[in-house]
């Protein structure tokens, strides 16, 4: 069973176009990740909600935008795409139990920019 | 600003080999997990230590944590071909109350049948 969605799998934009990736998830987690992950690279948080409080990373370009409109949906918005913002951008979840928790990822959206 | 550091980049082993892979870090932590990611996918999480924990056990998994030296190691027994992936250690910073994860660069290891 699925838990956490992304949608789509593969997404191709163009050079300054907007674009929106989406994640569902079905576990009913109050914490919700958004990481780029580019070629043989960690993984970068870009932000994080925890229920509706948004919490940006410093380094998290302007380009970048998020929203989260209830528990199970959360949407990483590209204003102007550029070439370097081509990666994998990987949803996950977690749960507030203390300060001990897993995350628990999506299978990704992989974005080309031509 | 990256917290783990992973050694070695890539791996390469026999089926049935064992297979050791390293994660320094610089802060001090509240756990570290660790990750697997197979090709074009999500992450998987393998294993969480605690940091009063010294040693934990998973299968064929093996995780050892070492906090006067900030790093953590991690065993994979009798390796298959399955286990080809990129594995990541993970930390949660002890003195960050936002509940995020700072992933190492990864060790991309590859199981040859």
């Known amino acids: 069973d699925a838990m956490v969605i992304q949608n789509p799998r593969y997404q191709v934009t163009q050079f300054g176009k907007p674009v929106t990736l989406s994640c569902s998830q079905t576990l009913n987690h109050n914490v919700m990740y958004w990481y780029q992950q580019k070629s043989s690279q960690a993984p970068k948080l870009l932000f994080h909600?925890?229920?509706?409080?948004?919490?940006n990373e410093a380094d998290t370009p302007d380009n970048f935008q998020s929203r989260r409109p209830n528990t199970s949906f959360c949407f990483l918005d590209i204003r102007s795409p550029g070439l370097g913002d081509a990666a994998m951008y990987l949803c996950a979840t977690s749960r507030d139990t203390g300060r001990l928790y897993e995350q628990y990822f999506g299978p990704g959206t992989r974005l080309t920019v031509t | 600003s990256q917290q783990g550091e992973e050694d070695p980049q890539a791996l390469s082993i026999q089926e049935g080999e064992n297979a050791t892979m390293n994660c320094s870090y610089k802060t001090s932590i509240n756990n570290l997990q660790w990750y697997r990611q197979n090709s074009g996918r999500g992450l998987v999480h393998l294993i969480l230590i605690r940091s009063n924990e010294r040693e934990k056990h998973s299968g064929r998994l093996r995780v050892t944590l070492d906090t006067s030296k900030k790093s953590s190691s991690l065993l994979i027994t009798a390796s298959r071909a399955a286990d080809t992936a990129s594995y990541f250690c993970?930390?949660?910073?002890?003195?960050?109350?936002?509940?995020?994860?700072?992933f190492g660069s990864g060790t991309r290891l590859l199981v040859r049948p």
């Open positions: 909600y925890y229920d509706k409080d948004f919490n």
């Open positions: 993970a930390t949660e910073p002890m003195m960050d109350s936002s509940y995020k994860l700072i």
